[in-house]
């Protein structure tokens, strides 16, 4: 069993930067990519970035390359994802889930943590 909680979210001013935290624990052993996802309110949730567990990174929304870095730390087993130059249009409740090996679907998601991103 893997648990996922996110942490970070909050209110800022378009422009400003935050950075959010997901700290995975239990059974990593099958886990191939953490990814970050957020959904915006009446929007469908969409995949932001994914970092593999050999280290590759993507990003999926074109809106957040140069602005929004994924990585993280091996040893605290947290995925970050930085967030810079923030717009209102980036607010949304942000997830991170797993991704097991030889798998398509995410899984394991967290609870989500808010970020409101105010002009």
């Known amino acids: 069993q893997v648990h996922v909680v996110e942490s970070g979210g909050g209110w800022v001013l378009a422009g400003e930067s935050v950075r959010l935290s997901c700290a995975v624990s239990?059974?990593?052993?099958?886990?191939?990519?953490v990814g970050w996802h957020r959904q915006a309110p009446e929007k469908q949730s969409e995949l932001v970035a994914v970092?593999?567990?050999?280290?590759?990174?993507?990003y999926a929304l074109d809106s957040v390359k140069g602005r929004f870095t994924i990585s993280r730390d091996d040893a605290k087993n947290t995925v970050y994802l930085q967030m810079n130059s923030l717009k209102p249009e980036d607010t949304a409740i942000y997830y991170c889930?797993?991704?097991?090996?030889?798998?398509?679907?995410?899984?394991?998601w967290g609870r989500g943590t808010q970020v409101t991103v105010s002009s």
């Open positions: 889930a797993t991704l097991r090996k030889g798998f398509s679907k995410y899984e394991n």
């Open positions: 970092i593999l567990t050999n280290g590759a990174i993507g």
């Open positions: 239990g059974n990593m052993f099958n886990i191939a990519a």
